[in-house]
């Protein structure tokens, strides 16, 4: 009976042992089938350059991940700095095409070239510049500031004739700012006139353009871009001017602009520089931010404007200004159709050339509460005729002479679209298409539904619809259905973000 009872106590110790034993083996031979399988199937990590992250490690980046903002949070600036602003006043002005009366006799080669531009009162220039520096003076803004076209076609001599004529302004007290535009550098149609003959002239290179103007902004620049002639330029302690080259000349000159990938980059910082301390930016390009002309569709825009566009409303700047049309254009920018009034979005405003009549430049005044306000004025040229002692009646009477010497540029041009229409319909297509010309460039609003029921406009249907002119008179009409010459731009940091 006791050996019975020792055999079975003996078996049961054998049964306990192998049960206890039989899980670890299980395990063990477990975790070498799927190492064995893992070694089989999968890659290693030299090939993929990746490894499976264990339950640790899996933790830890996620919470790295969520402590670091992504690329696209780090893009949101944040809540501005809403401060009170100095009160700053400028003038605004665009395409000078100053033209050295050194360059031309005034003969058969300048009649040329004046009675084929778009109306530019060449002859008068002088006086003109000599009518608004006046003005300029007498104002005494904290800035004049001109942004591009400064010569006729890039001519070296203009460009130094031009910066003597701005240093006479400084000397005044009121300091130059100034960027090129597309007609300022490595022109190849530089030229002089005299007799029947036009001559090639001295275009200046980029570098030159820097040296001749270095008084007018770059020798002063709080900050430079590294691939462009674009600069910052601190006004006060509140406003900052960054002034935007927008041209593309290098190799050779071409009309429609951009703005470089370094000078985004620069541009960026100095943004995020300026909200972060809520100073006002006011950015000045020659090319427009905007698609704002049915008329000028190609060439006008700058190419990378969506990206552009993107940046500066990033840091809610209120306003961008500019050129090259030569029409005077006042437009909010709207990221979606419908946005109220109260609803941030940029505000450009385009100056109409100063040599082009009614030959207009703009005053800005930037309020102590962030709010800006703008006005076109037409430079009052018989008014210094008069005071200065001019015998001239087309000065003596300015108005008058630009408006019947612009009717007289554009009837020589239109006259030659219009060789199949009689000669008394001809008159009135013209007399229509030059009315129209001048209040378009001059900003005038133009009710369409009005200007669809002339006699004149039916002419134009019947004579000469399809066609390059008829597309850009349809143009002009809806173009200016509302004023701009004026605007009221409120804080943008008071609006809602779209």
Known sequence: MRKKFLLLLALLFLLAGVIFILPAVRDRVTDQTKESA???TEPSVTETETETPTETETESETETETEEPTEEESEDPGEPVDREKVETHLIVASDMHYMSPVTTDYGAAFERLVNNSDGKVIYYQTQLWQAFQEEVFAAQPDAL??????????????????????????????????????HDINKPDAGEYFGDQRTDVESVTSEEFREIYGDFGYNEAKSEAPDSLSYLVELNETTWLMMLDTT????????????REGTLEWMEECLKEAYAEGITVIPVGHHNLQRLSRVYVEECVIENCDEVLELLERYLTPVYFSGHLHTQKVMKHLTEPGMGSDTYGIWEIVSNSLILPPCQYGTVTLNTDGSIDYLAKIVDVSGWASANGETDPDLLDFPSYTENYLRT????????????????????????YTDLYKDYYAGVPISYSEKKNEFGYGLWVRYMDPSIEFRQLDGMMRDTISANNHAEIPNPIHLKRP
């Open 38 to 40: 893992t070694e089989e």
């Open 145 to 182: 500031i001109l942004s591009g076209d400064l010569s006729l076609n890039g001519e070296k001599i203009n460009h130094q004739e031009f910066a003597e004529k701005l240093r006479e302004i400084e000397a005044a007290g009121v300091p130059v700012y100034v960027i090129p535009g597309n």
């Open 248 to 259: 593309v000349c290098e190799p050779e000159n071409e009309v429609y602009g951009e703005i």
């Open 409 to 432: 540029v554009l009837t020589n041009q239109i006259s030659r679209q219009l060789e199949d229409v009689p000669k008394e319909l001809k008159e009135v297509m013209v007399d229509f």
